[in-house]
């Protein structure tokens, strides 16, 4: 299992390395022939089907690299006031604003405050529950955020059927009677309990509210302006949330539900247009500073990989749901209130992200994210055009041949514009092959578009006798003697 994350998080890392590496005018991408005749498709798909599944409101918006490219609301955010669906309704996002709660926890750990690996306790003294599983690790915050924690879906005294949510001192009174479910670490399992209780370190380790501290040091920098931690049935430009759709009877109106203890788990309310301004956040890289609440390397590390499902198809990273659909990985986190029903996902690899927000119990989100993939990603990729290959340098081709130790060989060619090491023996030689990009006489850096073995990073050396003649390739812990040309 360790090994089969860690071959996944190199898959993941290359596709942001890819996502992080040049840049490409958004508006030009916008404007290719090929993506707006997709978003037209893509416009109407919504417009018809929304209309076919009689649903109330609708709002979408598709996000390329730092720029909302396209959004537009569809229906109704109120039937009764005919009040019109558009990308700065606000809708109830529920549980993605699990992903905020997660951020605020990497925010600390990055300012010293928490480790990942601290038990819970060492934050939340009350934090007593009965341990069925002594024999396994203790619950710590990676455990929280990762669904690993074995712990209940809920806080005690949660009825979501009756729509009761205790308070937070009613579930810290309760707390001592549930019971794990499994041990740590071995089964994944979705919990609410286990986010709200990351959201009291939040508040142990900061000092602040969980509220306060998500407006002033999340919300606020990103300039999601509109974003409202704790929405209520008058808050301004809140969608009117509906039931499902019943045969022959209007869908029936929800109320606006305070989840109360859960409120780090599920309680925010945003729109398009801010959420596009989090999904922009997570494909930027550098330091933290400013509206880079965190820095590129912290919100990789959200982004990857640390718990995967035996299908290998999906798995949890800090906070993010990760899938594979098709070929494509995305990252991102749904959400469900009563009426409302939401979805976000980014593909890192091609600099896409997606918002569907709708505010019916039978939305359905994912299905229109999944199409906006699908008929976006081919289009923004014949907008890019195809890589063109890099000007090899003539002088390379004096390092180009066969280098041998004992019985193993290895080739040095040009290929596609690069010099490339190559080990012929293996099962696939050009997923296995080494790029050596040039840093000093002689000198290059060993690099992989795929997964290598090699040591990658590290510099590869060509050796020359007094003739100017290559006979040796060196790295820092092997090396091949160059094999004289055969013929005449």
Do not use: C
Request: charged share 20%; hydrophobic share 40%; no cysteine.
């Amino acid at each position: 299992m360790l090994r089969l994350i860690a071959v996944l998080m190199t898959t993941l890392s290359l596709a942001w390395a890819q996502t992080l590496g040049g840049s490409v005018d958004a508006k030009a991408i916008a404007a290719h022939p090929a993506v707006t005749a997709a978003i037209q498709v893509l416009d109407a798909w919504i417009a018809a089907t929304a209309a076919s599944r009689e649903q109330p409101g609708l709002s979408a918006g598709v996000l390329y690299d730092q720029e909302l490219i396209w959004s537009k609301g569809y229906g109704f955010a109120d039937v009764q006031k005919k009040t019109l669906a558009t990308p700065a309704t606000l809708y109830r996002i529920a549980s993605i604003s699990k992903l905020f709660t997660s951020t605020a926890i990497l925010q600390l750990r990055d300012a010293g405050k928490l480790e990942l690996d601290d038990p819970v306790v060492k934050h939340l003294a009350w934090f007593k529950i009965k341990n069925l599983h002594p024999q396994g690790p203790v619950v710590t915050i990676r455990h929280l955020l990762t669904h690993t924690s074995g712990l209940p879906r809920e806080a005690s005294g949660v009825n979501w059927t009756d729509r009761h949510f205790p308070s937070r001192e009613e579930m810290i009174r309760t707390l001592a009677g549930l019971e794990t479910v499994f041990p740590a670490e071995v089964q994944w399992k979705y919990s609410n309990l286990a986010l709200s209780l990351a959201g009291e370190i939040v508040a142990a380790a900061s000092g602040e509210p969980w509220d306060r501290y998500l407006e002033t040091h999340i919300l606020k920098p990103l300039g999601m302006t509109a974003t409202r931690v704790l929405p209520g049935p008058g808050t301004a430009g809140l969608a009117t949330g509906y039931g499902r759709r019943v045969p022959n009877l209007a869908r029936e109106a929800q109320p606006v539900v305070d989840i109360q203890a859960e409120r780090p788990a599920g309680n925010l309310a945003s729109s398009v247009a801010d959420l596009a301004k989090f999904l922009a956040l997570q494909m930027r890289d550098g330091p933290a500073g400013g509206a880079q609440i965190l820095k590129g390397s912290t919100l990789r590390e959200m982004h990857r990989i640390h718990w995967l499902r035996p299908d290998w198809t999906s798995g949890w990273g800090l906070g993010f749901s990760v899938r594979r659909a098709g070929g494509q990985v995305r990252i991102g986190h749904g959400g469900s209130l009563p009426g409302h029903r939401t979805q976000i996902e980014i593909a890192p690899a091609d600099k896409l992200g997606v918002i569907v927000l709708t505010n019916a119990d039978d939305g359905n989100p994912v299905r229109y994210v999944d199409q906006a993939f699908d008929l976006l990603t081919p289009a923004t990729k014949r907008a890019i055009g195809p890589p063109k290959p890099p000007a090899a340098d003539p002088a390379w081709q004096k390092y180009t041949g066969t280098y041998t130790w004992k019985h193993s060989d290895v080739e040095v060619r040009i290929l596609d514009g690069e010099l490339t090491l190559i080990s012929p023996e293996d099962d696939n030689p050009w997923e296995s092959r080494v790029l050596l990009k040039p840093v000093g006489p002689h000198t290059f850096r060993m690099e992989a578009p795929s997964t290598s073995y090699a040591a990658l990073g590290e510099l590869l050396r060509f050796e020359v006798d007094a003739q100017g003649r290559v006979t040796k390739a060196r790295t820092p812990n092997s090396y091949w003697l160059r094999k004289a040309p055969s013929g005449p």
